[in-house]
């Protein structure tokens, strides 16, 4: 059998009475490759080693996507990228399937080959780092592993030298990063010459079509990644900070998250991509059919409306009577949850970024979440549960169990969490002097702290929502309850923002924020008004058609029950649209400026069609092919009506039904800032 070229390496290195280590060090004045192709060789990642210094380059049909972009690490007791030596070099191929217990698509394809690259320092401390890269056809991740070693016990991280040199000219969608509102803002379309200090997912399309989208997936116990440009089209992580001054400090053996490129011809691609998940570990819960995929209504929009409060007192939302009336309108329009938020004490007062008067234990005089909760779920409706953290964390770990411990008694099995402060402004105790430490929402203390609510969570089959949230980076696939999350600007956002969201915010989020994970957007405003009569920038087809474009496995009809009786014919499709798929295609779409993606029904044979578009109107022919061949369909169809303009007539709308098979085709008339739902049923 032939010798493997680390086999070799060391043999050469025992006959010439040298270790490894010097063996490399002697070779190291030529720079050392090693690389690896993706299993159809679309992609190449390469790994160069000039006078010690790693860096790696991503090539695409052998045209480059990534220069060459360093690694290494800023730690506290020195800089790790120069000195490298390759030790050795280990490889694998995996091609297999797993079934997701929820999601967009039943059974993904886990397809890559892997290349792990052992570096060593070759003076001071000789202390080593491992690099993994994993390929796909459709994208990359890669990590760093710290090993067990005598001469590093802890690694504390003042900066990741990680970067992304992106070798084509490309324009960016981005939002800021280390500002105040988090993941909130609007999208901004760019240059990439021009980004600044930005979020992942951050994604490109370059001069000639090619779309990237780079962004992070597993993060546990690490703190977030930014990315921040430094000259030209170069990038280089930047690691959310700590109250500490260092970004991340761990014990070693252990691995960051990856680093991810989603790599596509078509933006479609982008959102087809399964590399998120893939790069996550497999479920570690178990039997997980507690967790419930389900449309749910809620004590909630009145609020943003302003016509009722959190806070206790004549406006209070969260009372008995009016919480009996949302449940008895759930039950009788097929809605498993009604999400109640200022059911508990601490609602009063200023209670942005100061949490430290919630109670998650008891409900106000006025909401009697004993008999509430059992006569919901008596007509088949669960209460879902509200925690309103106000950013202090400590204060509600201290509660957490006995909180918890109440919604698992009480049938509550679904909870939303809420961490409502500027960013930067995360309360956590000094644990010498108990003095107030800040901390951003995405370092490695809310990093902790929010897998803690989920584990704990799941140790009660309870799932999880939160808003304001650390981003998706695809731990849904470990941890199956963390069933959705915010990290964006929603709905209520078009309530009271100053602007709303734009028509083209929403086609943004697909393919930028959407690449990360499922996003409880909270859509269906079908009165199209928001505080104060404020216009919503949508005709009513539009806020159907957010129901399969916008994916999560919870969706809320977010409107009041009064406006949905007021448009019973939109109404209904909201009513019949599943939330669990089976598969998930886009069939066309442009970052920014339209998209079409439909959905089969894991729990039938229905199909659904989700289109919107810009603040442009659009004509979009549609080949019905994804439909099963040979099967009659009858398609309940919601589209813009004659002369239907986001600005000037929102409530033009049509409703009509006809009969098509797979060979047939559609053309989608979306009006400005408008879309078009589709309801494909098989006909018996």
Known sequence: MPMSPTAVRAAIAHLLGLTLLA??????????????????????????????????????????????????????????????????????????????PWGERRVTRNHFNELTVQLAETTGSKRRLDVVFRVYDDGLGFRYVFPEQPNL??????????????????TAWWIPAGEPIHYEYLYQRTPLREVPQVHTPMTLRSRDGLHVAIHEAALVDYAGMWLRRTEGQRLR???????????????????????????????????????????????????????????????????????????????HAATTAKTKKVIDFAAAHGFRGVLVEGWNPGWDGMWVGNGYNFDFTRATPDFDIEALSAYGLKKGVHLIGHHETGCAIEHYEDQLGAALDLYARLGVDQFKTGYVCDDGQVDRRNPADGSLWREWHDGQFMARHHLKVVQEAARRHLSVNPHEPIKDTGLRRTYPNWISREGARGMEYNAWGQPPNP??????????????????????????????????PSTLARQLALYVVLYSPIQMAADLPEHYLQHREAFRFIEDVAVDWEQSRVLDGEVGDYVTIVRRDRNSRDWFLGSITDEHGRVLPVSLGFLEPGVRYRAEIYRDGEGADFRSNPFAFARETREVTSADALTLVLAPGGGQAIHFTPIR
């Open 23 to 100: 063996w490399a060090t002697l070779a190291q004045a030529a720079p050392q490759v090693a690389s690896v192709e993706s299993p159809g060789k679309v992609l190449k990642v390469s790994l160069v080693l000039d006078g010690g210094t790693a860096r790696y380059r991503v090539e695409r049909f052998g045209e480059p996507v990534v220069e060459d972009s360093k690694l290494g690490f800023a730690l506290r007791d020195g800089r790790l990228d120069r000195d490298f030596a390759l030790l050795g070099q280990q490889r694998r191929s995996v091609d297999d399937s797993w079934e997701q």
């Open 237 to 315: 992580a930047q690691l959310s900070p700590s109250a500490e001054g260092w970004k991340v400090r761990r014990a070693l053996p252990f691995a960051t998250p990856w680093r991810t490129l989603q790599v596509a011809d078509r933006a479609g691609g982008l959102i087809e991509s399964d590399l998120i998940l893939n790069l996550n570990e497999p479920n570690a819960l178990g039997d997980v059919s507690w967790v419930k995929p389900a449309k749910y209504l809620g004590v909630w929009w009145s609020m943003h409306l302003d016509n009722e409060s959190w806070a206790t007192g004549p406006k």
């Open 153 to 170: 016990r802890e690694a504390i991280i003042d900066d990741e030298l990680t970067e992304f040199a992106i070798a084509q000219d490309s």
């Open 503 to 536: 028509p083209e915010h929403e086609v943004n989020l697909v393919f930028t924020r959407m690449l990360a994970g499922p996003m409880d957007y909270t859509p269906g405003i079908l009165s199209l008004k928001g505080r104060h009569g404020q216009a919503i």
